[in-house]
T-cell receptor, first 116, second 109 residues
Framework: GAVVSQHPSWVICKSGTSVKIECRSL??????MFWYRQFPKQSLMLMAT?????????EQGVEKDKFLINHASLTLSTLTVTSAHPEDSSFYIC????????????FGEGSRLTVL | GQNIDQPTEMTATEGAIVQINCTYQ??????LFWYQQHAGEAPTFLSY??LDGLEEKGRFSSFLSRSKGYSYLLLKELQMKDSASYLC??????????WGAGTKLIIKP
């Protein structure tokens, strides 16, 4: 199956700093990637849909100036958490579809962000 | 509004069979997915149903009834490694994925 790689897996940062998370499709081209966050014992919450070469589409309630998404190529999307605060601590997961009819999503390994 | 319901938690015994139910109310339907998620890890794909009926894949099977807005995931010959959360997700008329909150499955020896 298709492989999506996410980096870093773990990151700890100080409050007020910015953190960048990368999501790469390793063996297929992804015109669309999805960014989710997940709090403990809760389900996935879609934050935004990242489109190659255009602006991301953010879900209601997600601050686009705080969560910057860049989809510079068909294999790379980045999520930057700007001026991070402790409440931004969460599990961030990216996913992409390889275009198959099923629309199956392939997920990255996830990035656990802890803001001190 | 759109809604997906699944039990919060279930417990089963190693070697047994367990059925995890999912009911949904969405604006349109373009397929239903089941994903497995181990604690601290990303979800992995288990199954996809778009037509009514049963899809079998090894120890796991998934059933769909579109008229009832209902699906279940059946796990046979349970193993300890099956302890995980199982997420039901439905693709609506806009091809947006709507996620259930997940069912935490606990397997006991």
């Amino acid at each position: 199956g298709a492989v999506v790689s996410q980096h870093p897996s773990w990151v700890i940062c100080k409050s007020g700093t910015s953190v960048k998370i990368e999501c790469r499709s390793l063996d297929f081209q992804a015109t669309t990637m999805f960014w989710y966050r997940q709090f403990p014992k809760q389900s996935l919450m879609l934050m935004a849909t990242s489109n190659e070469g255009s602006k991301a589409t953010y879900e209601q309630g997600v601050e686009k100036d705080k969560f910057l998404i860049n989809h510079a190529s068909l294999t790379l999307s980045t999520l930057t958490v700007t001026s991070a605060h402790p409440e931004d601590s969460s599990f961030y997961i990216c996913s992409a579809s390889d275009g198959a009819d099923t629309g199956e999503l392939f997920f990255g390994e996830g990035s656990r962000l802890t803001v001190l | 509004g759109q809604n997906i319901d699944q039990p919060t938690e279930m417990t089963a015994t190693e070697g047994a069979i367990v059925q995890i139910n999912c009911t949904y109310q969405t604006s349109g339907f373009n397929g239903l997915f089941w994903y497995q998620q181990h604690a601290g890890e990303a979800p992995t794909f288990l199954s996809y149903n778009v037509l009514d009926g049963l899809e079998e894949k090894g120890r796991f099977s998934s059933f769909l009834s579109r008229s009832k807005g209902y699906s279940y995931l059946l796990l046979k010959e349970l193993q300890m490694k099956d302890s995980a959360s199982y997420l039901c997700a439905v693709k609506d008329s806009n091809y947006q994925l709507i996620w259930g909150a997940g069912t935490k499955l606990i397997i006991k020896p």
